[in-house]
């Protein structure tokens, strides 16, 4: 294939860097443009209700609490996730821009990638809210306070950060000398480092470091918060307080199931059977874009704390408006 013969540097007769990779997207799907189209309306709505909510909460002090400041950086990490995601593949994928750069390339995995750590530890914060406040009611004043919640999120950023550079910093090692054609939708650690011709040992261990560290340990680390809670649950002798206790976990364990299920679904699959490639690509899609679109709806945007921040802000405007 002419794409397959770009060119490439040569450093010291050993080390080949590609120009750049070819995306392969998906592949004899009929109608496929009207799935990116769907892509794009989705961002659309994203962006929209995770750029209002962000400004909600900046802009309503009495909305400046702990547990908002994790719901802050829910919407924005959405935001950075999709916008980090869905402009390229559209570009790549709808209007056949297939060729990618390899320093673009690395940007884009780089992104994508800590993008989708930052949510589900995030998530994991969240989780640690409600085990304080139904676990250790007594002490939520003291150990969820504005401080320890940013220093939580300040480490996880600071530690994914690093991360993710080493992740990228081992790809940017290797030798590539084969095929340049990416089978993926964007520039995936997997299918990016099976195509070196170098040693890739290195690169594996990263991959089952990431699956344990974006999959395996949050997960790990939710259940065991609501199983802590099941039991402080069962001890409340009032049922009343049990149901309304429950209803706090709720919109979580959507965000929860919404994020990991997909996941874990298509992990599950592709151990025990052939997954093929198109499936795979469209589930990674939508869980890429899916969970930011519902977030703000299923945490923020339905609860009345911030409804009625928002008839706030609206009767306010309306005052402006007629003066």
């Known amino acids: 294939m002419v794409h397959e013969q770009q060119e490439i540097i040569v450093y010291n007769s050993s080390f080949v860097r590609p120009a750049g990779f070819y995306l392969n997207g998906f592949s004899n799907v009929p109608h496929i443009k009207y799935y990116y189209v769907f892509l794009c309306f989705v961002y659309v709505v994203s962006v929209l209700e995770n750029v209002f909510l962000i400004a909600v909460l900046f802009m309503v002090k009495t909305l400046h609490t702990a547990k908002n400041m994790m719901v802050f950086n829910l919407a924005l990490t959405d935001l950075c996730e999709s916008t980090s995601m869905v402009p390229k593949l559209v570009d790549t994928l709808l209007f056949d821009n297939r060729f990618i750069v390899y320093e673009a390339c690395l940007s884009y995995m780089y992104f994508v990638y800590f993008f989708t750590s930052m949510q589900a530890w995030t998530l994991v914060a969240m989780a ?39 992740l990228v910093g081992l790809i940017d090692r290797l030798s590539f000398c084969r095929s340049l054609t990416i089978q993926s939708f964007f520039c995936d650690h997997g299918p990016l480092f099976n195509l070196a011709c170098s040693d890739i040992f290195a690169n594996r261990i990263m991959a089952l470091v990431m699956l344990v560290l974006i999959i395996c340990l949050p997960v ?24 309304k206790a429950m209803k706090t976990c709720t919109s979580h364990l959507i965000l929860v199931a919404i994020y990991f299920l997909p996941i874990l679904i298509t992990n599950i699959v592709a151990l025990a059977t052939y997954l093929p490639p198109n499936i795979r690509m469209m589930n990674t899609s939508l869980t890429h874009i899916v969970p930011p679109l519902l977030n703000p709806i299923v945490y923020s945007l339905k609860t009345e704390e911030i409804r009625n921040a928002i008839k706030r802000i609206h009767k306010r405007k309306r005052r402006i408006d007629k003066m």
């Open 220 to 243: 790990i680390l939710i259940v065991l918060s609501y199983i802590s809670i099941a039991i402080a649950l069962i001890k409340i002798a009032s049922g009343e307080e049990r149901v």
């Open 128 to 166: 640690y809210d409600r085990f304080v406040a139904i676990c250790l009611p007594l002490r939520y004043q003291a150990l969820v306070t504005k401080q320890s919640v940013a220093t939580i999120l300040l480490f996880t950023w600071c530690l994914l950060v690093a991360i993710h550079v080493v």
